[in-house]
């Protein structure tokens, strides 16, 4: 007699994924909707659809895979059957051996499904197991493998930005000869609709900058989500001048000239926000590349718990922008969320009875009650005469967008040592370098000394995506990841999340960022090494004995609290990969 198979609720709730309870009320919703349980499971946010198909795999006696693994997706090989019959029935051959396919499944009681592909390739089926959406993501990202180290994939939307109708009307209005007969001042022209979905849609997937790149036979359009460039769309070459045109007219840059590079903003409202974009337009070889990076008022408001501050550096930070005098700087390369941080600095500081000044190469977020002031140096409003003029306005904090040279530096200097508190930014790898960057620009090491406070490295990490996260299985842990975030196998089972990917973070595991930080606070002994001119080498020792946790330390306890993954980390603090 053949063993009764186990109901796919009773595996859920001894799995304590589920309770008897929730796999009832699961139940009754789907006999009334005539849905299948594990369908009705997902629907009611009970459980989620990997451990669904978990569990029909535990059900049907058949191995579950995981497509975000490397280790599984980079074994796929679509050539091994017709592409249609993949794109309809939603599966991923793995291996064809001795009259043998090992093919990947979302619904095992499709049987009807596995005769036709057993008769129509002339093989023995054997399948495995995985989600649907898993195995939609894998095709929708081009058949490439994802997990935790692939590159994210492009999944949502997947349409193309190009209409019919749009793909028409720049067709025919082609001047092949002047490209000047294409409308791109009437807000009914397609180029017009297109330009404007574009800036929209980046928008509304949280994209910090839309890239319109020129290549030899399309224009290709990227976003960067997260900190990372998704491509959204390739253009029609023949869209190129007019896309362009369209974007530097809003821009108010002059479309005619094309050799230099030119600079511009545009203000649009998206969902009743007025939205701002810094457009840059730069001479490339295949035509002008085109950047717009998007400013959001509200990313610098997020306040300082939510910047990713652990408790006691947060408790530091607070207290080094209180002190009435001296230098805070922050550093780390382009891209690392240096100004958000001031910004949420002066955020907190902006009341009535402080005058704050900036200095700043562009104004990027203007802030009610604090002066800004924007760099023009083609008139001679430069960084130091800026500086200099501050002085005489007598604030209580200054900002300085970034000390780029020795004359601003040693004016930031002498403001922080005749009783102002300075903010500045800093383009160093870490905290201690911040020191000798600055004595290698020229400024003596006696000032440098004696004037800063604090120096704080910091880095942006991508956070996991809360829907589908899941905790990372043993297989699944790199012990080389593991070594290097200085985490043990031991801790690390059962805390180290795996990044899966879905609709809500654009298939790619993480949704949003946020910072990992080093503070070094000045003390005697580090200010005796600087004076000294110590090697950065002896100046981090003395920061790490005073009590500075590293960034790597900072991601060790992000990955443990289940914020981030080991590979984020050692690639955000430049660890060596390869030891």
Not at 31 to 44: F, I, M, N, Q, T
Not at 563 to 568: D, K, N, R, Y
Request: one cysteine or more; a positive charge.
């Amino acid at each position: 007699m053949a063993r009764s198979r186990k109901k796919l609720g009773d595996i859920l709730v001894g799995w304590g994924v589920i309770t008897t309870d929730q796999a009832d009320k699961a139940s009754s919703a789907a006999k009334g909707a005539g849905k299948r349980l594990g369908e009705a499971l997902v629907d009611l946010g009970f459980a989620k659809e990997d451990m669904v198909a978990k569990a029909l795999a535990e059900q049907f006696g058949v191995e579950y895979v995981d497509l975000a693994s490397p280790a599984v997706s980079g074994k796929v090989d679509i050539k091994l059957i017709p592409e249609e019959l993949i794109k309809k029935h939603l599966v991923l051959p793995l291996s064809r051996n001795a009259g043998r396919l090992q093919l990947i499944i979302h619904d095992p009681m499709d049987l009807e499904m596995q005769d036709m592909l057993r008769f129509r390739l002339n093989v023995e089926i054997e399948p495995k197991l995985a989600s649907r959406s898993a195995i939609k993501a894998f095709l929708d990202g081009g058949g490439k493998g994802g997990g935790g180290g692939a590159q994210p994939r492009m999944v949502a939307p997947t349409e193309s930005l190009v209409s019919e109708s749009i793909d028409k009307s720049v067709d025919k209005s082609v001047d092949r000869s002047m490209d000047k007969s294409i409308d791109v001042t009437s807000e009914d022209a397609p180029i017009v609709k297109l330009c404007n979905r574009i800036l929209v849609e980046a928008v509304k997937m949280r994209a910090s900058d839309i890239h319109v790149e020129p290549m030899a036979d399309r224009v290709r359009l990227r976003y960067r989500i997260d900190g990372v460039c998704l491509e959204r769309d390739n253009l029609p070459k023949r869209m190129q001048n007019a896309l362009l045109s369209r974007f530097k007219l809003m821009s108010s840059m002059n479309i005619a000239e094309k050799r230099v590079p030119q600079d511009g903003r545009i203000k649009i409202p998206v969902d009743e926000k007025l939205i701002d974009f810094r457009v840059s337009a730069c001479p490339a070889y295949h035509g002008e590349s085109v950047v717009a990076r998007i400013l959001r008022p509200d990313s610098v408001r997020i306040g300082l718990v939510n910047l990713g501050f652990e408790p006691d550096n947060l408790a530091i930070f607070n207290r080094i922008i209180r002190r009435p005098n001296g230098i805070f700087l922050v550093t780390g390369p382009t891209g690392s969320g240096k100004t958000t941080t001031l910004y949420s600095a002066l955020d907190v500081l902006n009341r009535p009875d402080k005058k704050i000044i900036t200095a700043e190469d562009p104004v990027e977020y203007a802030f009610e009650g604090i002066n800004q002031c924007q760099v023009k140096e083609h008139i001679g409003l430069t960084f130091p005469a800026i500086l200099r003029s501050m002085l005489r306005q007598a604030p209580n904090i200054i900002l300085v967008g970034e000390i780029r040279d020795k004359e601003v530096a040693e004016i930031a200097i002498q403001a922080a040592l005749t009783g102002h508190l300075v903010f500045s930014t800093l383009h160093t790898n870490d905290a201690p370098s911040a020191i000798t960057r600055l004595v290698d620009m020229g400024v003596k090491p006696f000032l440098v000394a004696s004037s800063i406070q604090a120096v704080m490295g910091q880095r942006l990490i991508r956070v996991l995506c809360k829907q589908c996260k899941r905790v990372a299985r043993a297989e699944e842990l790199d012990p080389k990841l593991l070594r290097l975030t200085g985490i043990t196998e031991e801790e690390g089972l059962g805390k180290v999340l795996h990044p899966v990917g879905c609709d809500n973070c654009v298939n790619t595991g993480y949704r949003g960022r946020m910072a990992i930080f080093e503070m070094m606070v000045m003390n005697t002994a580090i200010r005796e090494l600087a004076f000294k001119l110590a090697p950065v080498s002896e100046l981090r020792n003395a920061a790490l004995a005073a009590g500075m946790r590293p960034l790597v330390e900072d991601g060790k306890i992000k990955i443990l609290n289940g914020v981030t993954t080991p590979l984020e980390i050692a690639k955000m603090t430049q660890v060596d990969l390869d030891k």
